[in-house]
């Protein structure tokens, strides 16, 4: 039985340090599948301090026992003016410490996200996956997501 009391809350920039190592870890997850990534080099794919910071952002982490062990992140984004709806919203930075995974937190995270779209009238939520990730797929079809588009790639000097 989990007896691990999961405490989520907003990040405050005393996080950012643990939440730059959680980005690492994750593009570290998905160099493999992405053969675009740089890999020479460390990348960085979100500006977290500035996240935190944004009134169109709230970046979201997990707790158990004070320990950081899990993040994500909801934030507002404005669409093309041909859809329907003005703004939609975007989830991202969905990363759980590997010994804490199975115990349900990135769907905390994920509905602590919703109630914070609610509030700021978003109705749409969207998030991207790499197609090889099934674990992932699974976690945010659990979460209320439907695959929607598939974007693909052809590299030029592949065709040759």
Do not use: C
């Not at 907003?10 to 939440?19: G, N, Q, V, W, Y």
């Not at 989830?91 to 109630?115: A, D, H, P």
């Amino acid at each position: 039985m989990n007896t691990h009391k999961i405490n989520i809350r907003s990040a405050r920039l005393d996080d950012l340090s643990i939440l730059l190592d959680f980005e690492q870890k994750i593009i570290e997850t998905e160099r493999p599948m992405d053969v675009t990534l740089k890999t020479e080099e460390k990348i960085s794919y979100y500006n977290l301090e500035s996240y935190i910071n944004s009134e169109h952002t709230e970046v979201i982490i997990a707790e158990i026992n004070n320990e950081i062990i899990g993040s994500g992140f909801g934030q507002i984004r404005d669409r093309k003016e041909y859809f329907i709806q003005k703004q939609l919203g975007y989830i991202g930075f969905l990363y759980v410490k590997e010994e804490f995974r199975g115990m349900g937190i990135n769907q905390k995270i994920i509905k602590t996200l919703y109630g914070w779209f609610k509030t700021k009238n978003i109705e749409e939520i969207r998030l991207t996956v790499y197609n090889k990730n099934p674990r992932a797929i699974r976690a945010y079809e659990k979460a209320g997501f439907n695959k929607h588009l598939i974007e693909m790639r052809a590299n030029l000097t592949d065709l040759d």
